[in-house]
Structure formats: C-alpha cells, structure tokens
C-alpha cells in the first residue's frame, strides 16, 4: 500500500505570514513493493537532505518540504522497474521564493537497494548502516556530504562512486561498504575516506583529481598498493615504500585484504596514511 499525504500552504494561509504561505510538505510510504530491488534515485535541488535506515517494516518513508514558489516535487514510484524517484526542481519561469527544501529518506532493509544521489547545492547526510547496497552513486555539487556506514552491508556491493565539484565528502568506515569497486572523481572538491571497518574482500579504488584534494585512511592490518600518474599534483605516502614504479605497504603480500588504488591527479593532492 503506497500512502501519499500532501499539506499545502492553502490549508494555513489564514495564520501564516505570506513569506511562509508558499510552503508544502509531501510525505509518502510504502510498506511493501512487486520487486525484491528498490532503485532510488534522488535529485535535490539545494537545501537540506538525508537517508537513514528505517527501524520498521517499511521499504520507504519520505517527507518532502518545499516552497511551492519556487520549486517542483519530485515523487514517482514505478512498479514495471521498481524504481523511487525524489527531490525537486526549479520550477519554471519562477522568480521568487526561496530554492530550497529538505527532504528526508527512510529506507528498509528488506529486499536489496540501488541508490543514486544527485545533490546540487543540499547538505547531505547519507546513514546506509547496515542497508543491503549493491550499487551506490553520490554527487555533490556545492554542499558539503557526510556518508556513514556504521554496519556492514550484508549484501555484496558492486560499484561505488562519489563525484564533487565545489564542495566535500566525508566517508566514515568505507570498510563496511562491502565495495568490490570504488571510483572518485574530485573537481576543486575535496573527498575523505575513512577506509575502516569490517572488511570481506580486497578492493580496488581508481580516482580522478583534477584541483581537489583526496585523503584515503587505511587501516595497518590491509595490505596497500598504489599506483599514481600525477602532472603537478603533490602525493603525501608516509608508511609506503616505492617497488616497481607503485607504492606499497610494507605487509602487502601477508595481508589478508588488501586495497589496490589507481590515482590520476592533475594539480591536485593525494593523501593516502595508515591507520
């Protein structure tokens, strides 16, 4: 059963002033859905966005508020592919209102999920403890974003990418993404990953930094081995020794997991330390 519930300004225009009247809230759930994979794509035009693991039985939960002067809702579940589409858009032609809004994801950890996230200028938190991924995308264009993995995914995941422009990205316990492969590409952005946590399998991490800057914090216990092409970027490596036109860590061949990274850096940096 999908439940949408949309309040709009009309309903409070009475004791609102008029820079508040144009405000509305979309909230929608589904408890149960045809597909085993939800796909979840989200657009957020600017504002402040969240997802975060739903501690009931629900496949998605999301409150939507947004000022209608300014800005479209974005909602559209397909049944045929079992894909959730949210956010907003500029509304056309608009010319006041503030471009804004927040929205808030729950998601369930039934079934698997594909996530891809687009966020313009929105202040985003990503929670996926414990969320059964097997792809994710996050694009940061002019906010700062936070993505947390507190759990393992219990599920294996294949493909994870995180892009910025302008604006950074913070990883905590990237470990627990159970990624087979990472990908970054970093603008004048700046990007952390926090590579600790639980970790299944080796994994191989190529980026791409063109003026930003890249910090990747890896664990004593994974072995390491880097290979970097750079033009006038800098490469900071403490506890890795050059063999063989790559830089390794000095337990790469006794490691039990280990972390192949493939760097491109135009003027740039690159951090990569041991923890």
């Not at 209102?97 to 808030?104: A, E, K, Q, V």
């Not at 316990?173 to 926090?194: K, Q, T, Y």
């Amino acid at each position: 059963m999908t439940r949408v519930f949309a309040l709009g300004g009309a309903l409070l225009a009475a004791s609102l002033p008029l820079s508040a009247q144009s405000w509305q809230t979309l909230s929608v759930e589904r408890a149960t859905l045809p597909k085993a994979e939800l796909s979840v794509v989200v657009r957020q035009h600017a504002g402040k966005f969240s997802i975060k693991p739903s501690r009931d039985s629900v496949r998605y939960r999301a409150t939507l508020r947004y000022d209608a002067q300014a800005l479209e809702p974005i909602y559209r579940y397909d049944a045929d592919s079992g894909a959730l589409r949210l956010g907003t858009r500029e509304r056309q032609g608009a010319s006041g209102g503030r471009r804004s809004g927040n929205l808030d994801i729950t998601l369930g950890a039934i079934g698997t999920l594909a996530i891809d996230v687009q966020a313009s200028a929105a202040e985003t938190q990503l929670d996926l403890t414990g969320l059964p991924i097997t792809s994710l995308a996050v694009s940061s264009g002019a906010s700062d974003t936070r993505v947390r993995f507190d759990r393992p995914n219990p599920v294996r995941m294949k493909s994870l990418t995180l892009s910025t422009g302008a604006a950074s990205i913070l990883v905590d316990r990237l470990g627990n993404a159970n990624a087979d492969e990472i990908v970054v590409r970093a603008g004048v952005g700046e990007i952390e990953l926090d590579m600790a946590g639980t970790w299944l399998h080796d994994t191989e991490l190529r980026a791409e930094v063109s003026l930003g800057v890249l910090t990747i914090r890896v664990p004593t216990d994974v072995g390491v081995r880097v290979e970097t092409s750079r033009v006038l970027a800098s490469f900071s490596h403490e506890g890795l020794s050059e063999q063989g036109g790559a830089y390794v860590s000095d337990n790469w061949e006794s490691a039990t997991h280990k972390l192949r990274i493939y760097a491109q850096t135009v003027v740039g940096f690159l951090s990569v330390e041991r923890r």
